[in-house]
């Protein structure tokens, strides 16, 4: 069974950093795309960054400059650095992995799911 585990959310000052990790278990997700999204109150679900297996990244606008996408596939683990936060950056931040992403940005091409984990910045 393919597990994704978030760790790293928390409440920050804006201006601040925090650095999220997603550990994957139950299979190789070396080839596969390994992304973050995240979702504010009362917003759809949003496309933040990804990242191929060949390393190439993306970033959805609002947070380029900002955030840094990376992966050990040694370790089956993905992270978001996160600098520079804004309030408009709280949200819950969920990783997802697809094993045949066509459109980075797109949520349905994702197969698996973390559970979440809270990104809250404080004005």
């Not at 080839?31 to 009362?42: D, H, S, V």
């Not at 840094?68 to 650095?81: E, F, H």
């Not at 949200?91 to 940005?105: D, E, K, L, M």
Request: aromatic share 12%; glycine share 10%; net charge positive.
């Amino acid at each position: 069974q393919v597990q994704l585990v978030e760790s790293g959310g928390g409440l920050v000052q804006a201006g601040g950093s925090l650095r999220l990790s997603c550990a994957a278990s139950g299979r190789t997700f070396r080839t596969y795309a390994m992304g973050w999204f995240r979702q504010a109150p009362g917003k759809e679900r949003e496309f933040v960054a990804a990242i191929r297996w060949s390393g190439s990244t993306y970033y959805t606008d609002s947070v380029k400059g900002r955030f840094t996408i990376s992966r050990d596939n040694a370790k089956n683990t993905v992270y978001l650095q996160m600098n520079t936060l804004k309030p408009e950056d709280t949200a819950i931040y969920y990783c997802a992995v697809g094993t045949s992403v066509v459109v980075i940005a797109n949520a349905l091409d994702y197969n698996y799911w973390g559970q979440g984990t809270q990104v809250t910045v404080s004005s």
